[in-house]
C-alpha cells in the first residue's frame, strides 16, 4: 500500500555530510509517524531517528544527537536525514520507515512500511 524509496548514500570522509531522501508513494494517507533506522554490519538494526505526521516534533538516538536531523514534506512525499560531521561509526545501510501512529516511535516492530535501504560509508 505504500512504497519507501531511500536515495543519497555514498561514501564520506569523517566530518562531512550527507543528505538520504525518502520517497514515498502509494496509498501516503496512511503515513503518520517516519522514522530512520540503520545498520552496521554484522549488527542489530538501530534507531536513529524519528519525525511527527506534521514535522513538528522530532527525536534522535543519542548517537546521533546534535549532527542528524529530519525532515519532511507531506505535499512532495518526502522525507530526509540530513547527516552532518559524520563518524565512521555513522557506516551502515539506512533505513526508511513508515507508521500509521501519530506518536514518535523508536521502536521498529512499530513500523508498518519500509523501504529497501541506501548504504553508507564514513571512511578516509
Known amino acids: 500500500q505504500v512504497q519507501l524509496v531511500e536515495s543519497g548514500g555514498g561514501l564520506v570522509q569523517p566530518g562531512g555530510s550527507l543528505r538520504l531522501s525518502c520517497a514515498a508513494s502509494?496509498?501516503?494517507?496512511?503515513?503518520?509517524?517516519m522514522g530512520w533506522f540503520r545498520q552496521a554490519p554484522g549488527q542489530p538494526r538501530e534507531f536513529v531517528g524519528t519525525?511527527?505526521?506534521?514535522?513538528?516534533?522530532?527525536d534522535v538516538a543519542d548517537t546521533v544527537k546534535g549532527r542528524f536531523t529530519l525532515t519532511r514534506d507531506n505535499v512532495k512525499n518526502t522525507i530526509d536525514l540530513q547527516m552532518n560531521n559524520q563518524k565512521p561509526d555513522d557506516t551502515g545501510v539506512y533505513y526508511c520507515?513508515?507508521?500509521?501512529?501519530?506518536?514518535?516511535?523508536?521502536?521498529?516492530?512499530?513500523?508498518?512500511?519500509w523501504g529497501q535501504g541506501t548504504r553508507v560509508d564514513v571512511s578516509s
Open positions: 502509494g496509498r501516503t494517507v496512511n503515513m503518520n509517524t
Open positions: 520507515a513508515a507508521s500509521l501512529y501519530h506518536r514518535l516511535l523508536r521502536q521498529s516492530a512499530e513500523y508498518d512500511y
Open positions: 519525525i511527527s505526521w506534521d514535522g513538528a516534533s522530532t
